[in-house]
């Protein structure tokens, strides 16, 4: 894939600069279609698409065709948002001569974009995640034209899936520019550093969102920078769980933790179960019943390996299944590997043990009592999950750890696990940090608010007021007026 040039750069940047007014001008219905247009072209180009991400990711043929239909479900989703209208956040409050403490002018807010966005994807997921995965679509949604830095690990899937894209875009009317690509590492650090660039969105590794968003910071006019960087998710069992179907569990925590080779932002890698469970010879079974799988390129098994080898040399832990010799030196296939120690330890190492290994990997944890449960809750910095499995609201541990765990969890989940986000409007996938670097969210209607900002208009007349102001609601969506909610006209 080679870098593209100063003179190609320019011209996709001056291309998103000249669309952002006309995307932005567009009504929601108009915009609705034109994510609609995209969410077709997609699951229409699947055959041809899907056999590129193979190619890039060694990803089987069932899951990517399964991420098409995702990524084209999310368009679908933002495209019924737009129509219904509150996403815009209308709020309205009338002129008042009486009101306390001094008489109130005609105030009328709402969100616009913020114009031109930069969108870096992730490997783990060539589509959900990558040229139109969620932050793409968003930031489409709220109107912003987008400039997508072309992931390495992509070098067959990029543009072509970024061609399949603009086609549709522009067969239904959309600007030229709307969506562009970029390549190369000199490119991705002068993106984030574009005056022209309002809003960056990102999905990776902690170091090299930290180092862009540093970038992002140190601008002139800083920018907002949106990462989702890295996560452990932890899994708390309760005794009472464990006693009534903690083998289930355990096979399952296995299955999560394995899935797609264990490159999922949201696998789970630490379980937590009462000591003298047995669950940890559970593991064993299951895991030996997990064939090998590769890992997504050369990069991510260096790192996987290393990572592993340091965790698995640290000695307040224990090999429970696997090793990290099982992988060849050359080969991308490696087999999954659990490692075992206590809450005590944990305690005591968690700055080495408490670290993101990408890959088909996870830590078993045992706490001895209910005591120790708790305060292994309130290890974590942020996490993008947390999950409890428990054996009803009455479960004693169960609410206690629940409150522990919200204040490092963007999604707190009860007897499920954390593999796989459903892509809806009350979807949260975010966190504190470094799960995340802000309060939003990359999935679910509202990931679209990233690349939003509030406009308020003081006393104008109602002819130069956005359609969605003004007093007739042309456009009929739900408004606050007056601190009530409604979808009537005013007067």
Avoid at 95 to 113: E, G, N, S
Avoid at 348 to 365: D, N
Avoid at 429 to 438: A, L, M, Q
């Amino acid at each position: 894939m080679t870098d593209t040039t100063p003179e190609q750069y320019e011209a996709v940047l001056d291309a998103a600069v000249a669309a952002a007014p006309v995307l932005a001008a567009t009504t929601p219905t108009t915009r609705a279609a034109l994510l609609r247009a995209v969410a077709g072209a997609l699951e229409e180009h699947a055959d041809a698409l899907v056999p590129l991400a193979v190619a890039d990711s060694h990803l089987p043929v069932p899951r990517l065709r399964g991420e098409v239909t995702r990524t084209a479900v999310q368009f679908e989703m933002f495209a019924d948002a737009l129509e219904e209208g509150s996403w815009l956040e209308a709020i309205i409050d009338l002129a008042d001569a009486q009101a306390r403490p001094a008489p109130r002018p005609d105030l009328r807010r709402m969100l616009v974009p913020l114009g031109p966005v930069a969108v870096f994807g992730a490997s783990n997921f060539p589509f959900a995640f990558g040229v139109a995965g969620g932050d793409t679509a968003s930031a489409l949604a709220a109107g912003c034209p987008v400039v997508v830095k072309g992931h390495p690990g992509q070098p067959s899937l990029t543009d072509p899936y970024a061609a399949v894209v603009a086609e549709a875009l522009r067969a239904a009317g959309a600007p030229e520019g709307v969506v562009g690509v970029v390549h190369g590492d000199d490119n991705a650090r002068r993106l984030v550093q574009d005056p022209r660039i309002h809003a960056v969105g990102f999905t990776g590794s902690t170091a090299g969102g930290r180092a862009l968003a540093d970038l992002a910071a140190a601008r002139p006019r800083p920018i907002p920078f949106y990462g989702e960087l890295g996560s452990l998710n932890p899994v708390f069992v309760t005794p009472a769980a464990a006693t009534a179907r903690g083998e289930d569990i355990a096979r399952a925590y296995v299955a999560s933790a394995t899935l797609g080779a264990g490159q999922f932002c949201t696998k789970p890698g630490l379980l937590f179960v009462p000591a003298g469970s047995g669950l940890d010879k559970t593991v064993v079974e299951a895991a030996g019943a997990v064939a090998a799988a590769p890992l997504l390129n050369e990069r991510i098994r260096v790192g996987w390996r290393r990572e592993l080898e340091r965790l698995a040399a640290h000695p307040r832990v224990r090999l429970v299944a696997g090793s990290p010799a099982d992988s060849g030196a050359d080969s991308l296939e490696v087999s999954p590997v659990f490692l075992a120690t206590d809450v005590a330890d944990l305690e005591a190492s968690g700055s080495q043990l408490l670290a993101e290994c990408f890959g088909p990997f996870s830590l078993i944890v045992e706490y001895r009592d209910e005591a120790e449960l708790l305060r292994a809750a309130r290890l974590f910095d942020g996490n993008l999950t947390a999950t409890v499995h428990g054996e009803g609201p009455d479960d004693q541990p169960a609410a206690a750890l629940l409150d522990a765990l919200r204040d490092s969890s963007g999604r707190l989940i009860w007897n499920g696990w954390p593999t796989g986000v459903a892509v809806s409007w009350a979807q949260h996938h975010g966190g504190p940090y470094p799960s995340t670097n802000s309060l939003h969210t990359s999935v679910g209607v509202t990931a679209l608010r990233r690349f939003l900002r509030p406009v308020a208009y003081q006393d104008l007349p109602d002819p130069l007021l956005p359609e969605a102001l003004r007093n007739t609601n042309p456009l009929g969506i739900p408004r606050r007026v007056n601190g009530r909610l409604t979808t009537e006209p005013i007067g």
